[in-house]
């Protein structure tokens, strides 16, 4: 079993940066994908940025693409997002999960370990 903390959010105002972190513990998990997910309230929670198992393969939604940034330190068991040009549609509780083989998929269903979530709010 693996546990998954997040790390990093907060309050910034648009346009700023933050960076999240997503620490494992229990087992390593340098062979499976990792995805980021995000819900706002009201809304359904939705994938945000994945990266496979070495980091060589990542995916993003299109809200985000050349905004966030998604890499792995595998030596340190934690993926993180960096998340520039923030918007005020990027509020929202950011969680990373895992998923049990090495590539990405967007489906939140597709993943079996879940974080707590941090929160992100963004202000003008």
């Known amino acids: 079993q693996v546990q998954l903390v997040e790390s990093g959010g907060g309050l910034v105002q648009a346009g700023g940066s933050l960076r999240l972190s997503c620490a494992a513990s229990g087992r390593t998990f340098s062979n499976n994908a990792v995805g980021w997910f995000r819900q706002a309230p009201g809304k359904e929670r939705e994938f945000v940025a994945g990266i496979n198992w070495s980091g060589l393969s990542t995916e993003y939604a299109d809200s985000v693409k050349g905004r966030f940034t998604i890499s792995r330190d595998n030596a340190k068991n934690t993926v993180y997002l960096q998340m520039n040009s923030l918007k005020l549609e990027d509020t929202a509780v950011y969680y990373c999960?895992?998923?049990?083989?090495?590539?990405?998929?967007?489906?939140?269903?597709?993943?079996?370990?879940w974080g707590q979530g941090t929160q992100v709010t963004v202000s003008l």
């Open positions: 999960a895992t998923r049990p083989y090495y590539n990405i998929r967007v489906g939140k269903n597709e993943y079996d370990y």
